[in-house]
């Protein structure tokens, strides 16, 4: 029972996260590529712009395989992007809205990791 709802907590945030992730690198890389056409260059001009969103994925890849650490990392981004939103008053709600997404699948991240650590000391 308890693997299997950790299985569900972590397929949940595997998928989201990647689902966010991979959408916002492609938004970040290809919207600032339009004003100016659609070409390598362009596109490589704006890398800069997809960064964070590389970060989220490599976090994502280290949550993959150590679901406390990455969360954790993962749970820092997400808390340290809603702060710097408001921090900056330029936050919007869809922005708010991916932060915060990103905060609960970093959540679920580490309850699926105690899910697996309480198997082992629970008896069934």
């Not at 992730?21 to 590529?33: H, L």
């Not at 390598?40 to 993959?64: K, M, S, Y």
């Amino acid at each position: 029972m308890l693997l299997s709802l950790a299985n569900f907590f972590q397929s949940i945030a595997r998928y989201g996260i990647l689902i966010i992730g991979f959408g916002m690198v492609s938004i970040a890389i290809f919207t600032g590529a339009i004003n100016y056409g659609i070409t390598i260059d362009n596109i490589l001009r704006n890398l800069p712009d997809a960064i964070p969103w590389f970060l989220l994925l490599v976090t994502l890849f280290l949550a993959w395989d150590f679901e406390l650490i990455g969360g954790l990392v993962m749970l820092i981004l997400g808390l340290g992007g809603i702060f710097y939103m408001q921090a900056s008053n330029d936050a919007t709600l869809p922005q708010f809205t991916i932060m915060l997404s990103i905060t609960i699948f970093a959540v679920f991240f580490i309850v699926s990791w105690a899910l697996r650590q309480i198997r082992f000391f629970i008896p069934i």
